[in-house]
């Protein structure tokens, strides 16, 4: 048997969990070995050693009455504490959209709207509706239907001009 | 009432039940912590954790090992997030900055009174464990501390057979290398 080998029997012996087969051979080679019976004497003085540091110890006074403390103020769902999570995240975002927001809102300008004759007519205080109503109020109904028909025209450039 | 009995009461809820179950393990999870963070604020406030945490996980618990088991299992991946976090915090001293004695200090060291070398050996040990690799300081203080079997500390860590065993032979290799000096003067 090599050291090597005989290294991870003695590993499994101080363990108790060595069949008798392999046994057999270990003990044999710890004959001829003293490196390896060397071996067997350390591994059992650290396990020896190791069973010494174990500490048998109580928690600190109360352990059960401040365990059952948190138990009772009730453990928020996953679901909860993920929205928390997220919450946190979403106030900075939130703050930086709306300053983008109303930065964009200084900023940009809206282009200049070219009035329709109607908001021309009300922007000089003249009422559109009083021109609707002199064409209506026209007595020939040939010179009200030209009338309508120039209205209509120019409504339909307005209109043109505006989509341009 | 059986362990299952009560785990089955706690699953549904019931926070005596699971009262009981804290007080049948708390001394149990606050060793292993103490034993392997050595402080004993610190393995109070994991302990109380790991139960935190067992009861919010408590009705995945399908009974498939024991309940200690599983508990442990809990324990130690806690325990094992811990060291993690706080690696950088660790004392810095490490085995190679321990000074070989002088002869000196092995002269006075000889007069020291047996119980002054026993705190001293022991100290020297905890420290050598503290300053190795994670994963060999969980199987020793599992193994050689707590006294868990091959078949325990597999389910806890989730190890095959093979691993625990090849694991363990690493983990003691590296300690009895580390343990040298100290062994050498034990044997005389």
Redesign the interface.
């Known amino acids: 048997m090599k050291c090597r080998k005989a290294e991870k029997l003695i590993s499994r012996l101080i363990d108790g969990r060595l069949d008798p087969g392999s046994s057999a051979g270990l003990e044999a080679h710890l004959e001829v070995c003293p490196s390896c019976a060397r071996l067997l004497a350390d591994y059992r003085q650290i396990q020896s050693l190791m069973a010494e540091i174990r500490t048998e110890a109580k928690p600190l006074p109360y352990f059960v009455e401040r365990l059952e403390a948190k138990l009772s103020t009730g453990p928020r769902s996953s679901f909860w504490a993920m929205v928390e999570r997220w919450y946190a995240a979403a106030v900075p975002v939130f703050l930086v959209i709306a300053m983008v927001f109303v930065g964009t809102l200084f900023l940009v300008q809206p282009s200049e709207k070219q009035l329709n004759q109607s908001e021309m007519l009300l922007f000089q205080t003249q009422s559109p509706l009083k021109e609707t109503q002199a064409i209506f109020e026209e007595d020939k109904p040939e010179n009200r239907q030209i009338k309508l028909l120039f209205a209509g025209l120019e409504n339909r450039e307005i209109i043109r001009s505006d989509k341009q | 009432m059986e362990e299952n009995q009560i785990v089955k009461v706690a699953q549904q809820g019931d926070?005596e039940a699971?009262?009981m179950l804290?007080?049948a393990y708390?001394?149990k999870v606050?060793?292993l912590a103490?034993?392997i963070v050595r402080n004993?604020?610190t393995?109070?406030d994991l302990?109380?954790e790991i139960?935190?945490k067992a009861?919010?996980s408590l009705p995945s618990f399908r009974f498939q090992s024991e309940f200690g088991t599983w508990l442990y299992q809990i324990a130690i991946n806690h325990i094992r997030d811990y060291l993690r976090k706080h690696k950088k915090e660790k004392d810095n001293l490490r085995l190679d900055d321990i000074a070989e004695p002088g002869a000196e200090e092995k002269e006075a060291s000889l007069k020291l009174a047996e119980n002054q070398e026993?705190k001293r050996?022991?100290a020297l040990?905890?420290q050598i464990l503290e300053e190795m690799p994670e994963k060999y300081r969980l199987i020793?203080s599992l193994?050689?501390?707590?006294g868990l079997t091959?078949e325990e500390m597999g389910k806890i860590l989730k190890l095959s057979p093979g691993t625990v065993?090849?694991r363990?032979?690493r983990a003691?290799?590296l300690?009895?290398k580390k343990?040298a000096l100290f062994?050498s003067q034990?044997?005389g």
């Open positions: 926070k699971f009262s804290v007080k708390q001394n606050f060793s103490v034993n004993r604020e393995a109070d302990a109380q139960f935190l009861y919010l026993e050996r022991k040990l905890r020793l193994r050689d501390i707590e091959y065993d090849s363990l032979h003691r290799r300690l009895r343990l062994l034990e044997g």
